[in-house]
């Protein structure tokens, strides 16, 4: 199974995530919420996918769905060529020594109450690996590989500093070997000093345990230093998925080409910066046809009727925009 | 410091009339249950007229500090502003009254905060709030007032104006409350405008439209500017000269094509490369090792020698002297002696 689907290790078809908004005292449903709204792609063994979008495009849900923290309203995740979507609790239980997540905000994930040590090693306990010496060992050892010192196990959360304690979120994560990390904008929280320590770490876990990311991020300059593959989301839809050469010297899509030039740079660019109206619409109510028309700088008739489909341009690159239809 | 008359800051001001603002030898200290807290320790900076002058720092390196400081907001207890003055206008507002900066702030010196959502008051209309601060500082009737916020709103490219007029800051989206922030802050024609991380908790194409804003702010209406950020891209967008601060102290301040195409401060330089950025690609990232320090217990001697990599003997007995490396480029360092 595993050689027949080349090593593809999650595979998410038409993935839907709808969040019911009702009103009233009857709790009349009115609406839907579309997080995440029809996406599909796959990671590949010991692949970085960088996913990116703006604050309320679905990103984060995205991620959490993958791993049933959100239970999705319609669609496959295919881990291993394995339904997620209908594993039972035990089965979900298995899973998670696979899949693992890091969180953008260290000090919320980590139990203020527990040591470091104890928040390291509850995994161990949880997935079966209760010997207390050699659970001991196992979170020294974590703690080292993530540049913590082992002597700090007994230390608790406050005692660290926002960087130190990502790196104890890490060493969290890597407790049980999983395969698939979803980091779930894991730098945003931290100063430029400690992101650049945080973002070394992370490549170099990733190519000593062969590990793939799923690596959600705002920060195009810190997904095109992390990232294989990029794609980009706008309102619970997948607007472009390209390999990372490809996706920064020939992206595609408007609002790529707009998210590209916003970035700010240390040296200034020779292209003008396309400047995007307005703010991200509500997902409770988004925009007919292509959803990025409002704000769209290269818009035409069709993109107000027509909602156009993600397709492959050229190998490897997905757009959906009806410029390219 | 304390014993000089006001005769000399006004003597300061002749010579170099140029200088909207000055800012010397600002101590702002906290002081603790756990400690005094040396947030700023020895700021000097000058605002020139019609100049963007960036404060750049990590987190705690005091950059806020110095920007609520310079508008006496600082909570005291537990602050306290222990030295230093700050001049603009003949006056030094570390000793004026209450009262007297009561008519300076937001008159005279206005500030952005970071956070829209809580700078704003939740129970009065964006218009109601705009409306409040022109009435208040320039005596204005309440149409004549309203007409005033309307045209600033428009100008910061808030659609249908009327209608945000009176909308609650809950009833925007963040990029739009930060503009109505930005109109409440230049609705009395301020001379110095205070712009703490106004980019920060935006998303990347709002945030280009914020720095657009201030784009214009800069040739239309030749604001001076303090823009307080960590985020360098911005500062080489936006600024013209940069103050980089680090455990409460000034270690490098340059234009900012100085700061960022020959930055002399082993800081500076390491904060510069540590940036991932989006024009060059790189396998691996160059870093700053070890964490901020602790603003309580910060380390003797030169504040950064524990993680810096070019530390000599010296850096961790004496604090380092300010050295000029070329006409307006400074830097406090021991290699530059």
Avoid: W
């Amino acid at each position: 199974m595993k050689q027949m689907l080349n090593h593809e290790l999650l595979q998410i078809r038409n993935l839907k995530k709808y969040y019911p908004v009702t009103t009233g005292l009857l709790s009349q449903h009115i609406g839907d919420i579309k997080a995440v709204d029809g996406i599909s792609f796959n990671i590949k063994e010991r692949d970085i996918l960088g996913l990116v979008g703006e604050s309320g495009c679905g990103k984060s849900t995205l991620g959490r769905t993958i791993l049933r923290l959100e239970e999705p309203t319609s669609g496959e995740i295919l881990y291993k060529g394995m339904d997620i979507t209908k594993l039972d609790k035990k089965g979900l239980r298995e899973l998670r020594r696979e899949i693992q997540i890091i969180f953008q905000d260290p000090d919320a994930s980590l139990d203020p109450r527990m040591t470091v040590g104890d928040s390291i090693g509850e995994a161990l306990i949880i997935h079966s690996i209760t010997d207390e010496k050699e659970r001991m060992k196992r979170v020294a050892e974590l703690m080292e590989q993530v540049g913590l010192e082992a002597g700090q196990a007994s230390h608790y959360p406050h005692e660290f500093s926002g960087g130190q304690k990502q790196r104890i979120g890490i060493a969290r994560a890597l407790a049980i070997n999983p395969k698939l990390i979803i980091a779930d904008e894991p730098v945003s929280a931290l100063d430029v000093s400690i992101q650049a320590q945080i973002l070394n770490l992370m490549m170099d876990i990733q190519q000593e345990f062969g590990l793939a990311y799923l690596f959600i991020a705002h920060d195009l300059s810190v997904i095109k230093h992390m990232a294989h593959r990029v794609a980009v989301m706008y309102l619970g839809k997948i607007a472009e998925l390209a390999d990372r050469r490809e996706f920064f010297q020939n992206p595609l899509h408007p609002y790529t080409e707009a998210l590209l030039s916003a970035v700010p740079s240390l040296k200034p660019k020779g292209k003008e910066r396309i400047l995007l109206l307005g703010d991200v619409p509500s997902p409770l109510n988004p925009p007919s046809g292509c959803r990025f028309h409002p704000r769209c700088h290269r818009v035409l008739p069709i993109c107000h009727q027509e909602e156009p489909q993600l397709v492959e341009i050229s190998q490897g690159h997905f757009v959906a925009c009806h410029l390219y239809n | 410091m304390g014993l000089e008359t006001p005769s000399i800051p006004r003597a300061i001001f002749k010579v170099m009339n140029n200088t909207i603002l000055g800012v010397s030898h600002l101590k702002t200290y906290f002081f603790t249950r756990r400690g005094v807290v040396k947030a700023v320790d020895g700021i000097d900076f000058e605002l020139k007229r019609g100049e963007c002058l960036c404060l750049v720092g990590e987190s705690g390196c005091g950059k806020t500090v110095t920007a609520l400081s310079i508008l006496g907001l600082i909570d005291s207890p537990p602050g306290r502003i222990i030295d230093g003055e700050v001049r603009y206008n003949n006056l030094d507002l570390v000793k004026c009254s209450p009262t007297q900066l009561r008519r300076i702030r937001g008159k005279e010196i206005a500030i952005i905060f970071q956070d829209a959502q809580s700078a704003l008051n939740p129970v009065f209309t964006i218009g109601d709030q705009i409306v409040e601060q022109i009435r208040l500082h320039l005596g204005m009737k309440y149409t004549e007032a309203r007409d005033k916020a309307m045209t600033l709103l428009k100008e910061m490219g808030i659609p249908s104006v009327e209608r945000a007029m009176s909308y609650y800051p809950h009833q925007l989206s963040g990029g739009m409350k930060q503009r109505a922030m930005i109109a409440m802050s230049l609705s009395c024609d301020p001379q110095v405008l205070i712009a703490d991380e106004p980019t920060t908790a935006v998303d990347v194409t709002i945030k280009a439209q914020i720095l657009d804003i201030f784009h214009e702010l800069k040739a239309k209406r030749q604001m001076s500017l303090i823009f307080i950020t960590h985020d360098l891209g911005v500062v080489a967008e936006i600024g013209d000269r940069a103050v980089v601060i680090y455990g409460g102290k000034v270690v490098e301040m340059a234009p900012v094509s100085k700061i960022i195409g020959n930055p002399k401060h082993p800081y500076t330089a390491g904060l510069i490369d540590c940036l991932p950025d989006i024009s060059k690609t790189t396998d691996r990232l160059a870093s700053i090792p070890g964490t901020t320090p602790n603003p309580i217990e910060l380390p003797q001697g030169c504040p950064f020698h524990p993680r810096c990599h070019k530390a000599m003997e010296i850096c961790s007995q004496q604090q380092p002297p300010e050295v000029r490396i070329s006409e307006g480029h400074e830097v406090s360092c021991h290699l530059y002696q």
